[in-house]
């Protein structure tokens, strides 16, 4: 079963708004990722936020995460036209001998209109 | 320069035969993973390798296997592809320590016919 849940599952704003996208999971995580997604194509990391933080920033992007609530959010500030793409969060499952075994949730698809 | 390199991007094979997708890298990480996304949904983790050691996920169907010959490639072999193993197929590579992060390659879409 998934481990997380997005929403919304779809986002539509305009050029230069900011985009909030939440997610929640239902285990004890050590670490969240968010992971974008261009249509037909591979996953790129975006950030990483350990169980010991409360909020990271990188770029345009701002990741809070509350572990009592068990849920993140993903901020994109000013938002581009490149932007346009899925979102998803991924908790990881430790797996043998140190492999990180991503599960993720449903992603929302963003899209930003010009 | 590509780190995660996956062929063919686009495979199309028929109903029961049997197909092999590609993975390779250059980032020398001894975790290899392979995931599955069908349209619209999450990818899915099917199985990972570190270094030689094979680890199946215990929902992956028998039909699904992989290799990996060294450290630099591994492989996705489905039995007799079904029209419900249509989807796109995601590998990426780690290094296995806490906190690591995942680089995927550009996917391969399968298409049953």
């Known amino acids: 079963s998934q481990q997380g849940e997005e929403d919304p599952q779809a986002l539509s704003i305009q050029e230069g708004e900011n985009a909030t996208m939440n997610c929640s999971y239902k285990t004890s995580i050590n670490n969240l990722q968010w992971y974008r997604q261009n249509s037909g194509r591979g996953l790129v990391h975006l950030i990483l936020?350990?169980?010991?933080?409360r909020e990271k920033h990188s770029g345009r992007l701002r990741v809070t995460l509350d572990t009592s609530k068990k849920s993140s959010s993903l901020l994109i500030t000013a938002s581009r036209a490149a932007d346009t793409a899925s979102y998803f969060c991924a908790t990881v499952l430790r797996g043998t001998q140190g492999a990180q075994k991503l599960v993720f949730g449903q992603g929302t698809r963003l899209t930003i209109n010009p | 320069d590509a780190m995660v390199i996956q062929n063919p991007r686009y495979q199309v094979t028929q109903f029961g035969k049997p197909v092999t997708l590609s993975c390779s890298q250059t980032?020398?990480?001894?975790?290899m993973y392979w995931y599955q996304q069908k349209s619209s949904q999450a990818p899915k983790l099917l199985f990972h390798y570190y270094d030689k050691d094979f680890n199946n996920e215990a929902d992956t169907p028998d039909n699904f296997q992989s290799r990996r010959p060294n450290t630099s490639f591994c492989f996705l072999d489905i039995r007799s592809p079904g029209l419900g193993d249509a989807a796109m197929y995601l590998c990426?590579?780690?290094?296995?320590?806490?906190?690591?992060?995942?680089?995927f390659g550009p996917g391969t879409r399968l298409l049953v016919l």
């Open positions: 980032l020398n990480h001894n975790v």
């Open positions: 990426a590579t780690s290094r296995a320590e806490p906190g690591e992060t995942q680089y």
């Open positions: 936020i350990r169980s010991n933080e």
